[in-house]
């Protein structure tokens, strides 16, 4: 029970096009190129995703996709059953014939009952996160990241002047005392 290059990929192209579609429709050789997916596959997948009505194209010069609904009405369970992604945890795929006996009948496994509420809690699980809440942590994190990353700079450029400002003599002595 994995979660498959299709869904991950879909998800992942959905997030890039709501963080960027305020500018106007997206395309998917801009997805493709930020996001490290084929084109063909983006195409695959927006395809399923149009017909689904999770996002809207334009043809034309200009064109590209935008979400169909606010980012806060799609749900990563949307997304991921557009694109036919199988999320069952189930060896029989949900039909309960996942047991077979040596008087050949057959019925439910001893753990069928596991593996069926464990589909259901992914299901919900997966519907109760939003494009918006993806889309929210994306932004979050990227604050978080610039934020390390300007004190870092702040404390590299400390030390570089501090040691600038270090006389001559002294930096003489620390040099023939390493060496």
Known sequence: MRLTTKGRFAVTAMIDLALRQHSGPVTLAAISQRQNISLSYLEQLFGKLRRHELVESMRGPGGGYSLARVARKVTV???IFAVDEPLDATSCGGKRDCSSGKDGRSGKCMTHELWSTLNRKMVDYL???SLQDLVDQHRMRMLQEAS???EHGV???VRVEKSSCRPAANKAAA???VA
């Open 155 to 157: 404390a590299t450029a």
């Open 77 to 79: 369970a949307d997304i």
């Open 175 to 177: 040099t023939h005392a």
């Open 148 to 150: 390390q990353e300007a």
């Open 127 to 129: 519907d109760s996160v």
